[in-house]
């Protein structure tokens, strides 16, 4: 079972980026798939997440109207499409997998892997 964040790079502000979240050893469709992201010297937080049942999305609120969150089914892969990138998105980014059927997605505690991460620098 592997997840590989990919996608990262560095970004003028105002500019956008597509992460990739693809899965290995496991069909993603059936699993709440969640992104994290931690800044230097900040706690990790929660920006986005899909849920497995009827896909429902979620965001936070420093990130709503810029991110948007989805899955490919075909490719085993779900996306996080980043517009309007600010400075303060700098961080490095992980996407999560939980096993939980439903409409909901679990915090990061309730997550059952974790891939590595992927830079993501927004900067001029």
């Known amino acids: 079972v592997q997840l590989q964040a990919s996608g990262g790079g560095l970004v003028q502000p105002g500019g956008s980026l597509r992460l990739s979240c693809a899965a290995s050893g496991f069909t993603l469709e059936y699993y709440a798939i969640g992104w994290f992201r931690q800044a230097p010297g900040k706690e990790r937080e929660g920006v986005s997440c899909?849920?497995?049942?009827?896909?429902?999305?979620f965001y936070a609120d420093s990130v709503k109207g810029r991110f948007t969150i989805s899955r490919d089914n075909a490719k085993n892969t779900v996306y996080l499409q980043m517009n309007s990138l600010k400075p303060e998105d700098t961080a490095v980014y992980y996407c999560?997998?939980?096993?939980?059927?439903?409409?909901?997605?679990?915090?990061?505690?309730?997550?059952?892997?974790w891939g590595k991460g992927t830079q993501v620098t927004v900067s001029s």
């Open positions: 999560a997998a939980a096993s939980l059927p439903g409409s909901s997605c679990p915090p990061a505690r309730g997550m059952d892997y």
């Open positions: 899909i849920s497995s049942g009827d896909g429902s999305t």
